[in-house]
């Protein structure tokens, strides 16, 4: 697996969130410890998830059935 740097998130829906830059993979990590990634996602989206006053409400909104979606 790649050697991600993982952030850690305030938030009931997500624990952890990475993001590759070349392949446009936004990783996640959820609260019981599943990790996936969603495809095709762009840089803006994952900045303006770290920078969202609610990623919970942020994800939902703009990456939850936006993008595809793979478990790890």
């Not at 790649?2 to 990475?18: G, P």
């Not at 996936?36 to 770290?50: D, R």
Request: some cysteine; aromatic content about 18%.
């Amino acid at each position: 697996m790649l050697n991600l740097n993982w952030i850690s998130l305030v938030s009931t829906c997500i624990s952890k969130v990475s993001y590759d830059k070349v392949e446009k993979k936004l990783y996640i990590e959820f609260p019981r410890g599943h990790r996936g990634f969603y495809k095709k996602v762009p840089s803006i989206i994952y900045q303006k998830l770290l920078k969202a006053d609610s990623h919970g409400k942020f994800f939902h909104a703009y990456i939850r059935d936006k993008y595809e979606f793979e478990y790890i």
